[in-house]
């Protein structure tokens, strides 16, 4: 169980043991899509490519439209580290941002595909998980540390520490909590759904969809794509729909006000694989400050940007106009994997 209220921020260095995209990596995918998309088809042909097409038509675009908006992907999305930073730049091109969403929905469905979650698993049958799956990731020890312990009558009271604020697009964690649940507990879907409403999540900028319903019967799962051209369609249209990126309006953003919440009423907060970007670091910025302890992994910065990163999260989280709480403030970023990470700190964090 957890020691004190703790907020987990979850970014995309916390999938990638899951062989899941960084922000380079992902805007690579969004350009190989691009380049295969022909815009040249008879529309119909109901081929991988035309699913793009038909979610943008579906949409409401023009094949002119939809031309001069993927040969602008193609020619300047690597131009940027990210698909975020290059929507920044063309924020006024509503028609680029549409179609960008629209990829962005489908390269991250196919990278939950071949993820270690369901590579090499049949797609149109049930999914069966398995904690080997997870073994190699920090979601493993953190399952087990989270829930260690605790019997089915303890979850809901266990889980009222704990708080997730999520960057990623993609349902990993949920489809982990989810299956991961059921297997410990020797229990059905309706009860691990049950148990999810308890958990305390909040999507920043979106995510593709429910992993999961109260009305399942079957462990068949909206995670990835299907074979099923129609399915497809629905589900890219579906995640495009959800998704935000950081250069929209977030005012009435509701995830975001959750987020803010999350923060103000936690001790510790925790960030896993978090890229520390200043626009995100602003999403969390609380409404008051209060005495808290931040813990984060930065695997692979150098030492100047920790220190300055360091520098950062004390100015957002804390006053420094109180001297008192100034001082109190702590803040701890390691260069390790978010699964060393886990380990280490599994005694600070947890009973």
């Given at each position: 169980?957890?020691?004190?209220?703790?907020?987990?921020?979850?970014g995309?260095?916390?999938?990638y043991?899951?062989?899941?995209?960084?922000?380079?990596?992902?805007?690579?995918?969004?350009?190989?899509?691009?380049?295969?998309?022909?815009?040249?088809?008879?529309?119909?042909?109901?081929?991988?490519?035309?699913?793009?097409?038909?979610?943008?038509?579906?949409?409401?675009?023009?094949?002119?439209?939809?031309?001069?908006?993927?040969?602008?992907?193609?020619?300047?999305?690597?131009?940027?580290?990210?698909?975020?930073?290059?929507?920044?730049?063309?924020?006024?091109?509503?028609?680029?941002?549409?179609?960008?969403?629209?990829?962005?929905?489908?390269?991250?469905?196919?990278f939950?595909?071949?993820?270690?979650?369901?590579?090499?698993?049949?797609?149109?049958?049930?999914?069966?998980?398995?904690?080997?799956?997870?073994?190699?990731s920090?979601?493993?020890?953190?399952?087990?540390l989270?829930?260690?312990?605790?019997?089915?009558?303890?979850?809901?009271?266990?889980?009222?520490?704990?708080?997730?604020?999520?960057?990623?697009?993609?349902?990993?964690?949920?489809?982990?909590?989810?299956?991961?649940?059921?297997?410990?507990?020797?229990?059905?879907p309706e009860?691990?759904?049950?148990?999810?409403?308890?958990?305390?999540?909040?999507?920043?900028?979106?995510?593709?969809?429910?992993?999961?319903?109260?009305?399942?019967?079957?462990?068949?799962?909206?995670?990835?794509?299907?074979?099923?051209?129609?399915?497809?369609?629905?589900?890219?249209?579906?995640?495009?729909?959800?998704?935000?990126?950081?250069?929209?309006?977030?005012?009435?953003?509701?995830?975001?006000?959750?987020?803010?919440?999350?923060?103000?009423?936690?001790?510790?907060i925790?960030?896993?694989?978090?890229?520390?970007?200043?626009?995100?670091?602003?999403?969390?910025?609380?409404?008051?400050k209060?005495?808290?302890?931040?813990?984060?992994?930065?695997?692979?910065?150098?030492?100047?940007?920790?220190?300055?990163?360091?520098?950062?999260?004390?100015?957002?989280?804390?006053?420094?106009?109180?001297?008192?709480?100034?001082?109190?403030?702590?803040?701890?970023?390691?260069?390790?994997?978010?699964?060393?990470?886990?380990?280490?700190?599994?005694?600070?964090?947890?009973?």
């Amino acid at each position: 169980m957890l020691r004190h209220t703790t907020t987990f921020v979850i970014g995309a260095g916390a999938n990638y043991d899951l062989d899941m995209p960084l922000g380079v990596r992902l805007a690579d995918e969004i350009r190989d899509i691009s380049n295969n998309i022909n815009l040249y088809l008879n529309f119909g042909q109901k081929n991988s490519s035309d699913i793009y097409i038909q979610c943008a038509r579906n949409a409401g675009l023009t094949i002119g439209e939809i031309s001069e908006a993927i040969n602008l992907i193609r020619r300047g999305i690597l131009g940027q580290n990210s698909i975020d930073d290059f929507l920044h730049i063309h924020h006024d091109n509503n028609i680029l941002v549409k179609i960008s969403k629209i990829i962005i929905s489908g390269a991250i469905l196919n990278f939950e595909n071949k993820s270690k979650l369901l590579k090499e698993k049949n797609r149109e049958s049930s999914i069966e998980f398995d904690f080997s799956d997870i073994r190699s990731s920090w979601y493993h020890s953190f399952f087990k540390l989270l829930f260690g312990n605790v019997r089915k009558e303890q979850i809901t009271e266990n889980l009222e520490r704990s708080k997730f604020v999520i960057f990623n697009y993609d349902r990993c964690f949920e489809y982990i909590m989810y299956n991961g649940i059921q297997k410990l507990y020797g229990e059905s879907p309706e009860f691990a759904s049950g148990i999810m409403e308890k958990f305390q999540i909040s999507h920043p900028y979106g995510h593709l969809g429910p992993i999961f319903s109260s009305n399942l019967l079957t462990q068949k799962s909206n995670l990835g794509l299907t074979l099923k051209f129609n399915d497809n369609v629905h589900r890219i249209t579906l995640g495009a729909e959800r998704i935000k990126t950081y250069m929209e309006d977030q005012s009435e953003n509701s995830e975001i006000k959750i987020s803010k919440r999350a923060i103000e009423s936690s001790d510790y907060i925790v960030s896993l694989g978090f890229g520390f970007h200043r626009q995100n670091l602003e999403i969390l910025r609380p409404n008051y400050k209060s005495n808290l302890r931040f813990f984060g992994t930065a695997m692979k910065f150098s030492e100047e940007n920790i220190q300055a990163i360091e520098s950062d999260i004390r100015s957002i989280f804390c006053d420094s106009s109180d001297a008192a709480q100034f001082h109190k403030f702590s803040t701890r970023l390691l260069n390790s994997s978010c699964a060393d990470f886990i380990e280490r700190l599994s005694r600070t964090l947890f009973t």
